[in-house]
């Protein structure tokens, strides 16, 4: 029997490397329902490239916690906006950052969701200063904090850990106003609605500043070379062939525009992020709505 397995081995090292199945790549990847459409479009952006790899899924977390099992190598991928967390890693080489804006730029579009019996709460805000008289609330560590602070707006900030808690909170009084992504708000909004009732999409105003969902990629994980290189080859072949706004749209409602007609926009500065970070590969994607 040793010759046989001599023979075999012989046998093997003589074929092309190619014809040698290799074990499918396993990475470590942010959960979420909200983030499924996030997590295909990597499977796309993969299996374009020519990788094959499946995905496990980290518990929900707040972003502190992301942030440390990035720097681990425990999470592999992430999907958030920057903020100084995510800037910090990126400095220390923990992180690289594929700039490719997910939410195709409405997640910088918030529609408030606010209790019934304040339906009228945002009647007449006109600016970022009337802005300021109304409790917005924030998952503790959103990055989006900063945006409204640097404006001067009053933040609560409270721990959410479902989809389901964040609308819990504004049901219970926590805060005024809960403002969410355009392309988002009717998750939240239906998630709770299973649950009970009482809360409302505000119809008066869209809070509008430059946000980005990005894609970081934990250096310390396992093969990170290779699944940034194949992600980012990837994501240049399903963005220019259609597929990207395909997968985009069999989770997000293709007609976003319909949601902010008839609202006031309120512009606010972002600390983190500006149109021009996104790779001009990829501003191609980005939907424009109107200022």
């Known amino acids: 029997m040793k010759w046989l397995a001599t023979a075999l081995l012989f046998l093997l090292a003589g074929l092309e490397p190619g014809l040698v199945q290799a ?8 959960s979420g329902e ?9 499977r796309a952006a993969l299996a374009a490239a ?31 906006p920057p903020d100084e967390g995510t800037n910090a890693l990126e400095k220390q080489g923990l992180v690289r950052a594929l700039r490719i804006p997910l939410e195709r730029g409405l997640l910088g579009y918030r529609i408030c969701l606010v ?21 917005i609330g924030q998952g503790i560590g959103w990055g989006d904090i900063a945006v409204y602070r640097n404006a001067g707006i009053n933040v609560v900030e409270a721990p959410f850990n479902s989809v389901s808690d964040p609308v819990k909170a504004l049901a219970s009084g926590h805060f005024d106003a809960l403002p969410l992504g355009v392309n988002e708000y009717q998750l939240f909004l239906q998630t709770y609605n299973k649950e009970a009732s009482g809360i409302t999409a505000d119809r008066y105003i869209v809070i509008s500043y430059p946000w980005f969902r990005y ?3 934990s250096t310390a994980t396992k093969n990170s070379k290779l699944l ?5 080859k990837g994501f240049g072949i399903i963005a220019a062939n259609g597929e990207f706004v395909a997968i985009y749209e069999k ?20 600390p983190y992020s500006t149109d021009d970070d996104i790779d001009p590969s990829f501003r191609h994607l980005i939907i424009r709505t109107p200022r």
């Open 115 to 135: 209790r019934d019996e304040d339906a009228n709460l945002l009647e007449n805000v006109r600016n970022a200063e009337d802005l300021k008289k109304i409790r």
């Open 215 to 217: 894609i970081w990629v």
């Open 23 to 30: 074990e499918p790549h396993v990475f470590t990847v942010h």
């Open 251 to 270: 989770y997000k409602d293709a007609a976003p525009r319909k949601h902010l007609v008839g609202r006031r926009t309120i512009h606010l500065q972002s």
């Open 50 to 80: 020519g990788m094959e790899a499946s995905f496990s899924y980290f518990p929900p977390a707040q972003n502190k916690r992301l942030y440390a099992e990035l720097a681990s190598g425990n999470l592999a991928i992430a999907f958030v």
């Open 34 to 42: 909200h983030l499924e459409f996030a997590r295909e479009l990597c």
């Open 228 to 232: 940034f290189e194949a992600l980012d």
